[in-house]
Structure formats: C-alpha cells, structure tokens
C-alpha cells in the first residue's frame, strides 16, 4: 500500500523526525508516574469506549436499513414518521438527545412501580443502556438518510432485471438491491462510523465511564492535565485509523472489480 | 378475435400451442393512452417483429406482457394461463405472476446486467436462487451457455470491463440460462454501437433457427424481415398492419406504413 521510496520524501523524512522529537519530548519532559496506578481503570475504559462504538454502530445500521428503505420507497405512513425521525435526529445535538434520554426517561421510570419490579430494572437504572440507546438512534438518523439516497441510486434497470426474471422481492432485495445500495455507500460508512467514535465521549456525562471519563478522573485526581489528554488523543487517533482501514479492507473485497460504473 | 396469425403448422395451432395471447390491450400514463387496444397471439416456435415508430407503444407492449408495467385493461395469458388481474390492470396474484415472469425471459436494450456480478454469476443467479437449481449444476450450464454466445473465456469479468454488443449477448446467455418458454427482446441493438450491432443479431438469428418463441421489438427491418416469420406494425397505440414479412415489407397496404418503411430504409 504504501511503498518505502514514497516515504523517503525529504519533506516527509523532516515531519518524521518532527514527530518522533515531540514523542521523546513528551516521553521526558512531562509526568507518566501517574500510569501504572490507573492502568486497569484505562483499559476498563477503552473497553467501554470499544463496545459502545462497535454495539451501537451495528444495531443503528440495522435500525437504518429500514429507515432508508421506508423513506425511499415506503407508503406514505412509513415514509413521513421515517422522514420525521431522521430529521429530528440529525437537527438536535446528540447531547440533548442523550440527555432527554437520560434524565427524561430515566426519571421517568421508577414512577411506575410495575418497571420497579421488573427484572429489567437492574439494568434501567444504570446509566449504559440509555448511553447505548442515544448513540444507537443517532447512528440510524444519520445512516436511514444516507441509505434513502443509496437505495434511491441503483439503477432501475438492475431491478427490473431482477422482476423480469420473477425474482421474489425479498430475494432480489437480499440479492440485487442491497449489495447495490451499499457498495454506492461504503465509503461514507466509514467517514460516519469515525464520527460515530468521535461522539462517544459525550457518555461521560451521564456517568459512564469510558476512556474519556477515565481521562477526566486522572485530572480531577492527580491535576495533571496535559499527560492524560495527549494520550486519549493517540488512542482516537489509532481507532479512527483502524476505522478507516478496516473500511478500506471492506471496499477491496466488496467492490473489487466490479466497481467500476457502466 | 382480428389477430389471424400465420403458423408453420397451422392445421396444429390448438390453444396449447398459443404461447402468447393479449386481448384488447390498453395502457394509459396518465392522460397519454399509449396502447389502444392490441390483440396479439404468438404460438410455439413463432417469431414475432414488433416495429413501429418511436411512441407508438411497441415497447410498452411488451413490457405490459411480463408486468413490468401495468396494462390499463385488457387480457393476457401466457401459456394458457390467464393472468389475473384487478380491475386496473394489476397483477392480482403475486405468485403467479413471478412464476409466469421466471417463464419470459427478457432481454433489455440497456442489457441491465447486475454490475456487482460477474457474468457468470449474472447467468446463475435466477437458475440458482429464483428456480432452486443446484449451484454445480447451474455453473456447469452458465459456462455451456456463455461458451455459445462468444463469451466462453469472460465468466470472471464483470459487466463493466466489456463492450455493449458483449454485455448484451451475455445479457441473453442470462435470459437462455433459465430456459425459457418465451423471450421478450426489447429494442435489443438500439444501445449499440453499429459496429457491434451484428454479433448481436447473430445470436439471436441462431435463436431463432433453433425454434425458439421470441417477441422482438426493433429497429432493425432487415433483421426483421430475415428471422420473423410474424410482422406487427403498430401505430400510435394500435395493430395498422401485420402479416408474413413478404407481405409486410413487400407489400405493405397502409399508407402510413409504408411511409414508415420508406423513412427507416
């Protein structure tokens, strides 16, 4: 992918060397001492950073598929609420969003004593499952839109094809139209599931302790504020990184060589 | 019934032999009524030219024939099996029209090849998950097929590395792959480049000397002329004239066809 002599650039060989001073910097200058004592509570944090952003972004997709498809060639009355959810999705910020979920929801419920008694209730008191809840809705607002445009952007012949040869809809929708959908849209994907990681820390404030609380703990603890930040930026950076990989690897396999349009 | 249709054995047209029948067809997009009433019967073996000028609904009819699009009113049986319809034309049974429709393979002037498949896949992908063949089996078929229209060494290629006259031909090894009663051709040469235009004809012209029912709607008189043994002129909408193709091309009665044919030649 990449090659040794393009790297081998003088202007690049100078930012490299840029960079590694500012790691042995960083490496000298400043306070590690703190780590080895919050270690394990950084690694319970980027679990929970970890599993928040694959959970949701695999079950708003799930939500999105319907959403897309219902906007794009749904009936009126599962067009417009589909239409409605996405709009008020995409046009409130999340933290709001996560917030009304939160304290709304949150202090709804132990006034019905039925949801107090449920075997549900271990779980709705805690703070994740609205945290997974908000950015699970977020995901499928944002991705139900791009998959009404990805669903709208196949070609009707490909379609009609598929009816001509009395093709189930289900089938051809399983065979012809999704893989279609998608493959117009995989790139995108994986802009949006970056950003998806990038809105994450935002479950701190409702008390769940991701990597970006565990960043926020060591400086209300220790006052030590630069150390713990440069890292949690490294550690967005090597996800976000692996995102964009990943979707790479995704876009090789699937398009391949039938990318290329007529 | 106006459709007297010339048969190679007429002595035994009986009613399981009419692969095709369309009584009183109409169709409307709106306030633009397309087809107006055609009645059009095609037996076993036939092969029926659908010419006309641009607008005069040739494609429309035959589109109406497998539903993709909906005919206003009127009667279509395929196979002697009456489609059944709603009062406005749509296919009331579901199930009976995809089964009808895996009968009628289509052939599109687009080629509409699925672009995310290779040409062997394009050409399994009905036989193995529409009609349940096994996947081995089909393979064995594609190949045989693919072989037969000049593509035997582009199973792995996709759609979009080929030429229009390639894509089309494979379009039709796709059609032949689920071996069909009736092929409907639309306008199959119009995307064509004139260079690539006669790989295509070829291979239906050896379709077509094999006794295969085709319906073909076309530009190309000559082609119709040489594979039809059954000629439809239609215009705006309505039969103006049909007949053996000496008759139509040679003789032709309506004033307005023979304006036609002295405009296409």
Known sequence: MID???????????????FVGFA???AYALRWDWLPKYAPLALYGIWTTLWLLVVTVVLGFLLAVPLGLMQAVGPWYLATPAKVFCTIIRGTPLLLQLWLLYYGLGSLFPQFPWIRSSELWPYLRQAWPYAVLALMLSYAGYEGEVMRGAFKGVAKGQLEAARSFGMPRFTMFRRIWLPQALRNVLPTLGGETILQMKATPLVATITVVDIYAVSSRVRSDTFIIYEPLI???VFYILVAGLIALGFHWLEVQVLGTGRRTQ | MDTAKAVANSDEASLNQEAI????????????EVLKGVSLTACKGDVVAIIGGSGSGKSTMLRCINFLETPSSGK?????????MHADGSPSNRR?????????AMVFQQFNLWTHRSLLENVIEVPVHVLKVPKSQAIVRAHELLERVGLGDKADTYPAYLSGGQQQRAAIARALAVDPSVMLFDEPTSALDPELVGEVLT????????GRTMLLVTHEMKF?????NHVVYLYEGRIEEQGPPAEVFGNPKSDRLKQFLSSVA
């Open chain 2, 224 to 228: 119709a002329r040489e594979v039809a």
């Open chain 2, 96 to 104: 009976q029209i995809e089964r009808i429709r895996t009968r009628l």
């Open chain 1, 24 to 26: 042995v910097w960083c």
């Open chain 2, 76 to 84: 279509i049986t395929i196979g002697g099996e009456l489609v059944e």
């Open chain 1, 231 to 233: 890292l949690l930026a």
């Open chain 1, 4 to 18: 040794l002599k393009s790297l081998m650039q003088p202007h690049r060989i100078v930012m490299m060397l840029v």
């Open chain 2, 21 to 32: 029948k369309v009584e009183d067809l109409h169709k409307s997009f709106g306030q633009l």
């Open chain 2, 203 to 210: 291979v239906i012209r050896d379709l077509a000397a094999e």
